[in-house]
């Protein structure tokens, strides 16, 4: 089912005053601490982080102009394109980073869509009709969602390792600002052009 949604106000003005005087009055017990990570024996690959995501495990990658970087808390490993090797990265350049099924993360490069096994370190599925595609998302099951094309979405299915196209009106990809999952398997994608879909999906096994 989708819905759409149009100019919809989520925060009026007086809701934002009032949390402003709530949150002047009420005493907040909390606190953060701000370190500098120095004395990496290997820095990122590139200044210009383009993405970033924390797996299950803890770890932080982040997706540069060249390469892929995880950093450990100690040191951090770089992944690129390596012409020749199938396991490596499609492109150097990454549009977002999410998790995947299998212990695996889903990296969007300027090339393609690769699945990347957290295991191994290599990729283990690879999807260049995706290219230059900055809208992936997942959820927490494995299904993953590529936008690429007017009216239309594009599904993975963690049973079948495939994309499937579903007709999807309304979606216009250079106007799509972001898109998540929530935990109730509703996928939410803002445009904008200030429109809401709200898609709630739920598919048979196998499909």
């Known amino acids: 089912m989708v819905v759409y949604i149009k100019n919809k106000i989520f925060f009026p003005d ?49 997706g540069t ?15 690129r394109f390596e012409y020749g090797n199938k396991y490596s990265l499609s492109s150097n350049i990454m549009h977002g980073i999410s998790d995947a099924d299998n212990n695996c993360l889903w990296v969007n490069t300027f090339l393609g869509v690769d699945k990347f096994s957290l295991d191994t370190k290599k990729v283990v ?21 590529v936008i690429t094309r007017k009216n239309h979405i594009s599904y993975y299915n963690p049973e079948l390792h495939q994309f499937r196209e579903i007709s999807l009106p309304g979606i216009i990809p250079e106007r799509i600002k972001t898109i998540f999952i929530d935990d109730y398997n509703t996928l939410w994608i803002f445009g904008a052009d200030n429109r809401i879909l709200k898609v709630n999906y739920s598919f048979k096994k196998g499909y």
């Not at 060249?66 to 992944?79: E, M, S």
């Not at 599925?125 to 969602?145: C, H, I, M, T």
């Open 14 to 62: 007086y809701c934002l005053l009032f949390l402003f005087l709530i949150l002047s009055v009420v005493p907040v017990k909390a606190g953060y601490v701000v370190s500098k990570v120095e004395n990496l024996e290997n820095g990122l690959s590139n200044s210009s982080v383009l993405c970033m995501h924390q797996d299950r495990r803890g770890f932080i990658w982040a």
């Open 65 to 79: 102009y060249d390469g892929l970087n995880r950093y450990d808390g100690l040191d951090v490993q770089v992944y």
């Open 125 to 145: 599925e690879s999807y260049p009709q995706f290219r230059d595609s900055s809208v992936l998302v997942s959820d927490k099951n494995g299904n993953a969602w």
